[in-house]
């Protein structure tokens, strides 16, 4: 663990819908480097060409709250990402001391900061992801 955070590494990720139907959003791999102890860079890889460039920072844990992350994903120009504009804010899932092989997770919402592709910006979801080996 990088600066003793445990955020550097791969996470598989999944996004919902906040709807009632809770439709898929999105799915794909982050991958996270802790430059310091409060900041993180990375990418979303969703497939086929679709990756945000990330940058974001860290809050470690207190005795009120979680260590969380805020992150804004941004489009690569001359992708078809390019216009695209996300904003994510996650905490560490809590770890239980009874669980059995847990392994990190990250859970939180997103917000789609910019219009693109004719969806509207204010769409919102809730992600999950967990940390690969």
């Known amino acids: 663990m990088a600066n003793g955070s445990p955020i550097p590494g791969t996470w598989a ?5 906040n709807t009632a139907q809770q439709q898929v959003f999105g799915a794909g791999i982050f991958t996270f480097t802790t430059p310091t102890s409060s900041t993180l860079n990375g990418t979303l890889d969703m497939g086929g060409g679709l990756v945000l460039d990330l940058n974001g920072t860290i809050t470690p844990a207190s005795q009120d709250c979680p260590l969380t992350v805020h992150i804004v994903g941004s489009g690569r120009p001359g992708t078809d990402t390019q216009d695209w504009e996300y904003d994510y804010h996650g905490y560490l899932g809590f770890h239980w ?3 059995v092989d847990q392994v990190a997770s990250l859970v939180g919402t997103i917000v789609r900061a910019k219009p693109h592709n004719g969806g509207a910006a204010g769409v919102t979801a809730s992600f999950i992801a967990i940390k690969q080996s």
């Open 13 to 17: 990720y999944k996004s919902y819908r």
């Open 97 to 99: 001391p009874n669980g």
